[in-house]
Nanobody, 118 residues
Framework: QVQLKESGGGLVQPGGSLRLSCTASNPTFEPYTTRWFRQAPGKEREFVASISWVIGTTLYADSVQGRFTISRDTTNNTVFLQMSNLQPEDSAVYHC???????????WGHGTQVTVSS
C-alpha cells in the first residue's frame, strides 16, 4: 500500500507563490504518472497538472498554464507543484494522485488547503 502526503499549502495574497509537495510513503514506489487536482467548495474536482515519472513529461490545465510548474525529485520520491501569480480562484484543496505503472491503482493524498486572499 502506498500513502501520499501533500504539504506546503497555506494562505497567500493574490500574486503570491506557494510550492506544494507530494511524497510517497514507500521509497521504492515509482508511479507511472503523478497528477495534481484541486477542489473548491461547491465545485467539481479539477485537473491541474501531471508529470510522468520516468521521462518527466508534463501537462497542465489551461487555467494554470504559465503560472504553475510541476516537477519531480526521483531520489526522494516527491512531486512538486510550484504555483506563482496565485489568484483567489486558485483557492482550493489540492490533492496529488499517483497511478501505478500497471494502471491498476490510483493512490491519493488527503490534500492541502490553498487560500488566496488579501
Amino acid at each position: 500500500q502506498v500513502q501520499l502526503k501533500e504539504s506546503g499549502g497555506g494562505l497567500v495574497q493574490p500574486g503570491g507563490s506557494l510550492r506544494l509537495s507530494c511524497t510517497a510513503s514507500n521509497p521504492t514506489f515509482e508511479p507511472y504518472t503523478t497528477r495534481w487536482f484541486r477542489q473548491a467548495p461547491g465545485k467539481e474536482r479539477e485537473f491541474v497538472a501531471s508529470i510522468s515519472w520516468v521521462i518527466g513529461t508534463t501537462l497542465y490545465a489551461d487555467s494554470v498554464q504559465g503560472r504553475f510548474t510541476i516537477s519531480r525529485d526521483t531520489t526522494n520520491n516527491t512531486v512538486f507543484l510550484q504555483m506563482s501569480n496565485l489568484q483567489p480562484e486558485d483557492s482550493a484543496v489540492y490533492h496529488c494522485a499517483a497511478r501505478s505503472t500497471d494502471g491498476q491503482n490510483d493512490y491519493w493524498g488527503h490534500g492541502t488547503q490553498v487560500t488566496v486572499s488579501s
